[in-house]
């Protein structure tokens, strides 16, 4: 994991040791467990610590994107899903990139990109946008590395000029996204989610269930994280490095997709009392500097 970009001076680990670092994080917090206090009574009660990388986090989004499709639908009959995948070459110069660097030069683009579908959105009047955040699978020169997938949900058909001008956003300030790598018929998928009967007839591939589909471009977790397949494992390992998310969902689309509790104004007297572990509490600190992972660039010579 290296950022060639700064000099900080401080030394660079190889991927693998920095996917045995995450295995040892999730592996410590699976040992551990938060504390909560109540405010009004004084008690107290545990819960196993979850982390965006176990099989929860999935689970979780699988229930919004359900409230996101109840949502769509109340507004149309037909909801059009449009899914556009945004790369950039690990070996721009020939040799291998780093991975952290690699990320950072391919959402390079984020706010033109994020530009680009306000854009879409305020020409269809009522739409929504996600994306999503996945390594590359198994084979292929980006074996492992991330891209990203913007997802359009709206009630009518999204035109190709507009989808190019989201992909020449990509391209254009991406510094190693590539032309060839982005035109229509290679980036662009048309879906749709309709129970009418004009379904069968549709010229796009018709989505049964809309929440398996989106969920489909999260981790497939297991049991551990030891199970992932070695490309999700590398790329699971670059969003933990980096603190990308991988679900980064449009204003318009958080609103819909929040859920029943989210929206109760009574404040929980719950609070995080702190975290214990092997028999030890550990305080809450309110310092927002600690804890999370530990980030480090690194000189531009690597060590002998």
């Not at 109540?38 to 699988?62: C, D, K, L």
């Not at 899903?81 to 683009?109: F, I, K």
């Not at 492992?144 to 507009?162: E, F, N, T, W």
Request: aromatic fraction near 8%.
């Amino acid at each position: 994991m290296r950022d060639w970009v700064t000099l900080k001076g401080d030394l660079p680990v190889t991927w693998a040791e920095a996917e045995q670092r995450f295995l040892r994080y999730d592996q410590e917090a699976r040992e551990t467990e938060n504390v909560f206090e109540n405010t009004e009574t004084g008690e107290t009660a545990t819960s196993p610590v979850s982390h965006r990388f176990q099989p929860e986090y999935r689970e979780m989004w699988y229930a919004r994107f359900n409230d996101l499709l109840r949502a769509a639908q109340d507004r149309w009959s037909v909801v059009h899903t449009t899914m556009l995948g945004l790369t950039a070459s690990s070996t721009p110069n020939g040799d291998r990139q780093a991975p952290v660097d690699h990320w950072n030069d391919c959402d390079a683009s984020n706010d033109a990109v994020k530009q680009a579908l306000r854009r879409i959105k305020k020409k269809l009047g009522d739409a929504v946008a996600i994306e999503f955040v996945e390594a590359h699978p198994g084979g292929g020169t980006n074996d492992g590395y991330l891209h990203k997938h913007p997802v359009i949900l709206s009630g009518q058909r999204v035109s190709d000029a507009d989808l190019q001008k989201v992909l020449n956003a990509h391209v254009n300030n991406a510094p190693n996204a590539e032309h060839d790598a982005h035109d229509l018929s290679r980036s662009v998928t048309r879906s749709r989610v309709s129970a009418r009967k004009d379904a069968e007839e549709a010229t796009e591939d018709v989505i049964g269930n809309l929440p398996a589909y989106l969920a489909g471009y999260l981790l497939n977790y297991g049991e551990s994280l030891e199970e992932l397949p070695e490309s999700q494992l590398a790329g699971a390992t670059t969003m933990w490095a980096t603190g990308a998310q991988s679900v980064r969902p449009g204003q318009q689309a958080q609103q819909w997709m929040k859920r029943e509790e989210e929206d109760k104004d009574e404040p929980s007297p719950w609070i995080l009392a702190g975290v214990e572990r092997d028999g030890e509490f550990i305080p809450a600190s309110d310092d927002p500097s600690r804890g999370g992972v530990k980030r480090f660039t690194t000189k531009w010579d690597p060590p002998d």
